[in-house]
T-cell receptor
């Protein structure tokens, strides 16, 4: 069966520091991969999605970037974090072609 | 662009039925989903319905789709305290992306 892993589960970082959140999927190949942010008490905002290695689409202009160095690995990064980057970050995967998305357990990021 | 709306809160007594509603704007949506989020956790896929269906039932869950009115609902029968969570409606666009509602917080009291 397929599983998705995100780490770390929680992270506290100072303003201006770099960021790297990692997401990996097991048990499938060539998945679509997604990064979402959920602000407190809000819905989910799609940040990036990828349909293949090295293919990244950005949904909103921001301080973050994403990379997909391997088929089942998706990384969310920042060179310098802002206070507004605080939130709950969720990675998700789906099979190609109108399939449900399945989510990881999320990373709670707090910027001080 | 697509807009998905949900009411923010719902409070029900244990054993009663819960009905969570969702409206959307894009009539070309293919799949419509319901996800559950417990505190501090990721989203769990509960059920989904294809746009050519009116109803789908899965144990205590019933999904109703009124495509003409662009209205989706999730009914939970015999609601339990373990059903307390935030429920998200999500609508698939034509490009394999989901647009999420803001979520409905369901509180079940004894």
């Amino acid at each position: 069966s397929q599983t998705i892993h995100q780490w770390p589960a929680t992270l506290v970082q100072p303003v201006g520091s770099p960021l790297s959140l990692e997401c990996t999927v097991e048990g499938t190949s060539n998945p679509n991969l997604y990064w979402y942010r959920q602000a407190a008490g809000r819905g989910l905002q799609l940040l990036f999605y990828s349909v293949g290695i090295g293919q990244i689409s950005s949904e909103v202009p921001q301080n973050l970037s994403a990379s997909r160095p391997q088929d089942r690995q998706f990384i969310l990064s920042s060179k310098k974090l802002l206070l507004s980057d605080s939130g709950f970050y969720l990675c998700a995967w789906s099979a190609q072609g109108n399939q449900p998305q399945h989510f990881g357990d999320g990373t709670r990021l707090s910027i001080l | 662009g697509e807009d998905v709306e949900q009411s923010l809160f719902l409070s029900v007594r244990e054993g009663d039925s819960s009905v969570i509603n969702c409206t959307y704007t894009d009539s070309s949506s293919t799949y419509l989903y319901w996800y559950k989020q417990e505190p501090g956790a990721g989203l769990q896929l509960l059920t989904y319905i294809f746009s050519n269906m009116d109803m789908k039932q899965d144990q205590r869950l019933t999904v109703l789709l009124n495509k003409k009115d662009k209205h989706l609902s999730l009914r939970i029968a015999d609601t339990q305290t373990g059903d307390s969570a935030i429920y998200f409606c999500a609508v698939e666009t034509t490009t394999d992306k989901l647009i999420f509602g803001t979520g409905t917080r369901l509180q079940v009291f004894p």
